[in-house]
């Protein structure tokens, strides 16, 4: 028989909690854990930084989905650590990599940033910036997506395959609708002072987690 997938079509409940000192944790590969996001305004930016911590004790060269950001035609916002061990974030379809350290169990504090006039594309890992890339100048995404953290959307909000979700946790999730200079993305990731993330913070996130296995 046809294999049945999990799909969010259906009305949500979305809590909104101060998450400070806490995380999402996914204990094991699986198709039908993860946790739906709601932003604070249409995911539709010209320019974005997208901040988290991640620990996971996954392998280097297992396809790992960070983040997807889909709407009813388009992965339209992507973060993943690919089969080679880099990472790359992608934008309704192309994508440009980078070689970052490995995650490790004691956890990795990641952001990505995008701009959309020049395209110009960085990772920072612990307050650390990588070269900067070129991805899709001029490109605009789109809005009225759902964004799932823990799964890879292969249709909207389902189509789950368990060999490239998230195990491990994830806390400190934040987005921002434009690039934070260098001095605040240092301040993210040694938790100082910094501003509200505007569409996702982690101190007032609206969400709702489905078959999560653990929240703590």
Known sequence: SKKRYPSISVLLTFMIIDLYGKAFVFLEETDTSYVVLSPERPLSPGAFSLCMKVASELPPNREIILFSYRTKDYDELNVWQEFNGTFTLYLSGPGVCFTLPPLSTLGTHMCVSWELKSGLTDF?????????????????????????????Q???????????????EIRDFYMWDYVL??????????????????IFDWKSLSYNYLWCKDLQ
């Open 181 to 198: 200079p260098p001095y605040l993305i240092e301040h993210v990731s040694h938790d100082h002072s910094f501003p509200k993330g505007n």
């Open 124 to 152: 920072w890992v612990n307050g650390k910036r990588t070269i900067r890339k070129v991805l899709r100048p001029g490109h605009r995404i789109q809005p009225e997506g759902v964004v799932i953290l823990g799964q890879d």
């Open 154 to 168: 292969d249709s909207f909000g389902g189509s789950f395959d368990k060999a490239q979700s998230f195990v491990g």
